[in-house]
């Protein structure tokens, strides 16, 4: 489903709503937020993916940890889950089931989430995700359309998983539960998340289907376009032989072909389409001032996210929402490698 057809699809329905609802789904922010009481809003979300990897472990961690950053993303500390299995079970044994609810397990533990349970159906193509519940200040929410111009963009991962998975099935390159974007798809946005509230975030999203492109086209506001310096974007290496030879998902060619009518676009097509490539439990994208952006990028390193990198900048809008262009000025030079310990 492209970016606009649920929208308008559900701009024909009525909803009923009360003044307690603080984010809705006008925005396409990555959860819902309910306010409870002054001090607690209940955040919601839910998502699921069909196999990413033939490892039905590692695949039961990758969306887990998909279905988890949309509460992270929100500046949310996440509850409670249930579990969300479409079964092929003519293909998939009861087994592999078990190691796909494992994986996933295994990131709730991690990210001390109570599974409440869940809800099986049969399908002819095996999807596995997560409702899941947190709770956030109600002053306290990460929106994804709140930037503001002079902000700079802090992504915390790297990008490409889309293109490595289609490597992946098309045994163009060897499976390994090593290879750089599997170790970045099972890693939590959890971290991030706590790091970032020390700072002064104003805007928040994590990158998933629509690539960073799509995701980033959603924070820019009526009044805000965003600029992308390429050479500053933290990519998988390897990533350019990938994308030479060809091996480049559906989803990511037709986010370039719908998205670059929204893009002044200063790049060879082999750069942009990675900007376009539709992610996995990509990293969080953060909008926050100019002068604390080096530290979190930082401090981000430090726990673990050693790509995170400082990628653009928030100004007045423009011609087109989104410039992709080559080099960043000087005065947003991200601060040098730091190894994380």
């Given at each position: ?213 799509g995701h980033l086209l959603e924070m820019c506001s009526s009044d805000k376009s965003a600029k992308i310096f390429f050479d500053d974007v933290p990519l998988f290496d390897g990533l350019s032989n990938l ?99």
């Amino acid at each position: 489903m492209g970016l606009e057809d649920l929208r308008q699809i559900m701009s024909g329905i009525q909803t009923y709503q009360d003044s307690n609802l603080l984010v809705g789904y006008e925005h396409s922010d990555d959860a819902g937020v309910y306010q409870l009481s002054e001090e607690i809003a209940l955040v919601e979300s839910v998502d699921f993916i069909t196999p990413i990897v033939d490892d039905p472990y590692v695949y039961g961690q990758i969306a887990a940890a998909n279905a988890l950053s949309d509460i992270f993303a929100m500046g949310a500390v996440a509850k409670t889950a249930m579990n969300l299995l479409m079964w092929d079970q003519t293909h998939i044994s009861k087994e592999m089931i078990g190691e796909i609810l494992r994986g996933g397990a295994q990131k709730l533990k991690e990210a001390k989430v109570t599974l409440l349970g869940g809800h099986s159906v049969g399908d002819l193509e095996q999807k596995y995700g997560l409702s899941v519940s947190g709770v956030v200040h109600p002053k306290k929410v990460w929106k994804n359309h709140s930037a503001k111009i002079g902000d700079v963009l802090v992504l915390c991962k790297a990008l490409g998983t889309g293109i490595v998975s289609t490597a992946l099935k098309n045994n163009h390159i060897a499976y390994s539960p090593n290879l750089e974007a599997i170790k970045s798809m099972t890693q939590l946005n959890l971290k991030a998340s706590l790091c970032a509230r020390e700072f002064e975030i104003h805007a928040c999203t994590d990158i998933t289907g629509f690539g960073l492109v799509g995701h980033l086209l959603e924070m820019c506001s009526s009044d805000k376009s965003a600029k992308i310096f390429f050479d500053d974007v933290p990519l998988f290496d390897g990533l350019s032989n990938l994308i030479n030879a060809g091996q480049i998902p559906n989803g990511s060619k037709e986010n370039f072909a719908y998205l670059s009518n929204f893009v002044e676009n200063h790049l060879q097509e082999k750069d942009a389409i990675a900007l376009f490539d539709t992610q996995t439990s990509g990293g969080l994208l953060f909008a926050l001032p100019k002068d604390q952006a080096p530290k979190l990028v930082q401090s981000l390193r430090f726990l673990g996210y050693e790509k995170s990198a400082i990628i653009g900048e928030m100004i007045a809008l423009g011609e087109k929402k989104i410039i992709l262009d080559y080099f960043s000025p000087p005065t947003i030079t991200p601060p040098p490698s730091t190894q994380s310990s």
